[in-house]
Structure formats: structure tokens, C-alpha cells
T-cell receptor
């Protein structure tokens, strides 16, 4: 039972445009959500997070939106850059347990 | 600054062999995790340790054992490797589950 789902395995965006990556979850007990970025042959690296008591968090070009009623979060990257090409994982935590989604491969086309 | 160090980086095992994956962190983090990454499956939690002296099962614990040797080290053992355990294994650490986790570079394990 996949509690955290990323339904788009891949996404292509032109450089300079907005990238929107989506994530849905089923467990209403999740209280913290995180996004990670992963390049090939490397471990994931943390990007941005949001607490369940908030609906938006911004950090530079990255913004995460949380819609608790829809159990949906999204990551917006504006403007997208070629170096953003990577696999993006959303993750959700409750207690000490963190559950990851299946990932979305983002390609930013120069 | 080493962060999270995993050894080995690559390993090939025969079915039935045993091995231990080592992980150490130098950030004084309380929590440590072992994940496996398989194509189309994302990162799945095998075991985690919320603090020194405690370990708990994640989503896919069968076939694995762990030891939190001290605050720095968290090892993952495969007692009798199976081809289904062919995967990339990542160790991670964090101060708490709702703070950013730092990942090692991964161990690519092939069981033949």
C-alpha cells in the first residue's frame, strides 16, 4: 500500500519556465513533508520541507504548497534551470518514520 | 566534512552468502535509517533507529537485521542473500524525522 504517491514518473520543462511536481498521500497522520533531489549515482539531498500546520513554504526558487484537505502537495521551481534536471522525491513523516514517494524525473531543456 | 559514509560502494554476492553494510555519521544525529531503492519503487524504508539503543522495522524488513552499534554507526546485515535483495541501499541520518536527512552515497548490491 503506497502511502505517498508521485503519479508522474517524468516531466520535461523548458529552461526559464515553471516546473510543478505533484505528490499525493493517504495517511492523514503525516505531520511533516519534505522534498529531496537525487542525481544519478548520488544519495538524495534535501531541498525544502513544510509542516502540516502550514500551507506554503518558500526557499529561493523553490516553493512547496500543501493542501491538507486534498492530501496533496506540490513543489514549484521557478525559473527552472538545466541543473535542476534530477529525480525528485517527496517524503512524509509521522513519529520517527519517513515514507518516500516513487520519484519524478525532471528534465529541464535548455 | 564526511557526513554519512557507507561501505562498501559496490558488492556482488552469491545467493545464500551473508554480508554487512556499514554506515557511520559524524553529525551527532539521533536518528538513522536504511533504505533500498528499486526502479519504479522509490526509496523504501527497511529499518530505522530513532535513537541509540533502539531499532524498528520499516516497510520492507524481511531478510535484514540491523545494529545501532553506538550513536555514530548503524549497520545492515543480510544473513542469507537472495536475488530479490539486488538493489541500491542508502543509509541516512537526521536529528529528527521531521528535519532534513543526510544520505550516504549508496551501496549497489547485486545478488547472483
Amino acid at each position: 500500500d503506497q502511502q505517498v504517491k508521485q503519479n508522474s514518473p517524468s516531466l520535461s520543462v523548458q529552461e526559464g519556465r515553471i516546473s510543478i511536481l505533484n505528490c499525493d498521500y493517504t495517511n492523514s497522520m503525516f505531520d511533516y513533508f519534505l522534498w529531496y533531489k537525487k542525481y544519478p549515482a548520488e544519495g538524495p539531498t534535501f531541498l525544502i520541507s513544510i509542516s502540516s500546520i502550514k500551507d506554503k513554504n518558500e526557499d529561493g526558487r523553490f516553493t512547496v504548497f500543501l493542501n491538507k484537505s486534498a492530501k496533496h502537495l506540490s513543489l514549484h521551481i521557478v525559473p527552472s534551470q538545466p541543473g535542476d534536471s534530477a529525480v525528485y522525491f517527496c517524503a512524509a513523516s509521522v513519529a520517527q518514520k519517513v515514507t518516500f514517494g516513487t520519484g519524478t524525473k525532471l528534465q529541464v531543456i535548455p | 566534512n564526511a557526513g554519512v559514509t557507507q561501505t562498501p560502494k559496490f558488492q556482488v554476492l552469491k545467493t545464500g552468502q551473508s554480508m554487512t553494510l556499514q554506515c557511520a555519521q559524524d553529525m551527532n544525529h539521533n536518528s538513522m535509517y536504511w533504505y533500498r531503492q528499486d526502479p519504479g519503487m522509490g526509496l523504501r524504508l527497511i529499518y530505522y533507529s530513532a535513537s541509540e539503543g533502539t531499532t524498528d522495522k520499516g516497510e520492507v524488513p524481511n531478510g535484514y537485521n540491523v545494529s545501532r552499534l553506538n550513536k555514530r554507526e548503524f549497520s545492515l546485515r543480510l544473513e542469507s542473500a537472495a536475488p530479490s535483495q539486488t538493489s541500491v541501499y542508502f543509509c541516512a541520518s537526521s536529528d529528527r524525522a521531521n528535519t532534513e536527512a543526510f544520505f550516504g552515497q549508496g551501496t549497489r548490491l547485486t545478488v547472483v
